[in-house]
């Protein structure tokens, strides 16, 4: 691998996260498609899809739960059941007491920070993802999909972690809600990231936090390959159930 070759791990990392952001969207409408076609009932679509999370729902409004209270904010009407809120589905609430965008903006961050912990802490130790990225590094790729693909097989209760997986992962993308209070906090981020590059004009400092943070992004990149690879694997299936039930309800 090249000396840059490690640091395409940020860049397989971001692409698997827009990659599960895109599946879990369009997991969670197939779902409630489905379900619509065979009942024609929308509230039971709704109902069946906020079961389908509600591992991933109850980590997502804990996190925020959590993480506000940790930044010494006030949190009331705590709700984990499905709602119709502005044309969209809510699963789950917390009300949370603004405390400035930086405060806000963790609050809103919490289900994903949190989420991507517990993924990486079951790849880590039910599945062995860890080995994917130094698999990859050494050129022996295949060993360590083998190996996580052998964990996905034959490890007691596999079945269960890969649906904890499945629904931690697809409930803690950050909802509407959730993002609003980031938009500031972005600018935020490139302004301050553009000073550092105008500064460090050598990128020796770059490369110096870019090296800090290898190991967490390598850690992630193996988790979410992972998770990626079972959303995938669902939203094919989901195809296939919704062609089929459309076949019978147009019988």
Known sequence: MSPFGPYLFFILFFILL???????????????EIVYLITGSEDLAMVILFLVYLPGILVHEASHWLVARILGLKTSKFRV?????????GLGSVTVTSGGALRDSL??????????????????QVFET???????RTGRLLDGLTLVLDGLAHKPDSLLWSYLLFAIANAMMPSASDRAPLKLLGIYIVLI????????Q?????????DFLLGPIQLLTGAFFLVVAIDLAVFLL??????????????
């Open 18 to 32: 827009a990659g599960l952001w895109w599946l879990s969207w369009r997991i969670g409408l197939l779902i409630q």
């Open 81 to 89: 059941w499905p709602k119709y809120t502005r044309n969209t589905i």
């Open 107 to 124: 609050v809103g961050l919490a289900p994903l920070l949190v989420g991507s912990r517990l993924i990486v802490l079951i790849g880590e």
């Open 130 to 136: 860890h080995t994917l990225p130094f698999s990859w």
């Open 193 to 200: 990231a553009a000073l550092f590059v105008f500064i460090d």
């Open 202 to 210: 050598s990128g020796r400092n770059v490369l110096l936090l870019l």
């Open 238 to 251: 989901l195809l296939a159930v919704r062609e089929v039930s459309r076949l019978f309800v147009t019988q």
